[in-house]
């Protein structure tokens, strides 16, 4: 319990910190990282039917709309655990969507965006692209606890995609079970490194804190407090499927992800929607907003 208690103690003061630099990022376990060899050739898939397109604009496209979107994804394991990359696939099919989407991952547990420049599978795989956009999530506390080498790496892996001709598409990560105060500070740290790239934000946290408001007893958490149960991975998937689309994740239901029930993915797919157009709609406000 001491132990409990003075770990807890840690991620507050962490939470209070998001101007501090220099710490080191902690290791978290999860899945077995994915190398970035050379990506594997793109599923030549036909497109899902056509529908009428909803809400915020989807992310860029190539000239022919049947071609994939293609993404990336460089991050830890809260992008590896319960595949959720692969989960954002199926559920493109499922609600049937205007293109097919094919997906990468680079991940290796418990690094940072730093650590993921280091290494270079990440930059190499950016190189040998094509991709549509670079999904990137730093470790979970170093936005909070480190911002500076978050917006160093941004930068540089900004730079990177640009000259790729993709668009960086940051994976704004959510706050640990019992401090929940991190996450606007994770939610600021992401916003202000997609700023500096011209950059877009997937905002899982934002929609994880709406969704633990509205139905606390639905456990986005793993037992660790850390990793995300299957319902956390699934909003994260819906979250980023409506950033990608323009859409909510309608139909998505019927693919009985875990032991959820349909009414329960469905109104996870809700709160993912509301949180993207909302998210969307403030940051039209922002840059249509007059300067000082």
């Known amino acids: 319990m001491t132990r409990r208690l003075a770990h807890n103690a840690a991620l507050v003061a962490l939470a209070l910190c998001l101007g501090c630099t220099g710490a080191a990022p902690a290791q978290s376990g999860g899945a077995v990282a994915n190398p970035a060899a050379k990506p594997p050739p793109l ?18 496209t190539t000239a022919n709309e049947k071609d994939p979107l293609r993404v990336l994804f460089v991050g830890n394991s809260y992008t590896m655990s319960h595949d959720l990359p692969g989960l954002v696939e199926q559920i493109a099919v499922a609600a049937a969507s205007p293109r097919p989407l094919a997906t990468h991952t680079v991940g290796f547990p418990g690094y940072s965006l730093e650590q993921h420049w280091e290494r270079g599978d990440a930059l190499l795989a950016i190189q040998q692209g094509p991709w549509d956009l ?33 668009q960086a ?16 500070g994770i939610t600021l740290a992401y916003s202000r490194a997609a700023a500096q790239v011209g950059g877009r934000l997937a905002p899982v946290g934002p929609a994880w804190q709406r969704s633990l408001a509205k139905r606390p007893a639905l456990a986005l958490h793993d037992d660790d ?19 990608l689309f323009g859409r ?4 998505a239901e019927g693919l009985g992800f875990g032991e959820l029930s349909q009414g329960q993915l469905a109104s996870l797919q809700t709160t993912a929607w ?19």
């Open 43 to 60: 599923p030549a898939t036909p497109p899902a039917a056509e529908r009428p397109g909803q809400g915020p604009p989807a992310s860029p």
């Open 134 to 166: 670079v999904v990137l999530q730093d470790h979970s506390l170093q936005t909070i606890s480190a911002p500076g080498a978050l917006f160093e790496a941004a930068r540089s892996f900004g730079a990177a995609i640009n000259s790729a001709g993709a």
């Open 169 to 184: 598409l940051f994976f704004v990560t959510w706050a640990r079970r019992d401090v929940p105060s991190m996450q606007d």
């Open 225 to 243: 407090g850390s990793h995300p149960s299957p319902a956390g991975t699934y909003l994260a998937a819906c979250v980023f499927y409506s950033t």
């Open 248 to 251: 909510p994740a309608d139909g």
């Open 274 to 292: 509301a949180v993207v157009v909302a998210r969307a709609s403030a940051s039209g406000a922002e840059q249509q907003a007059p300067g000082p």
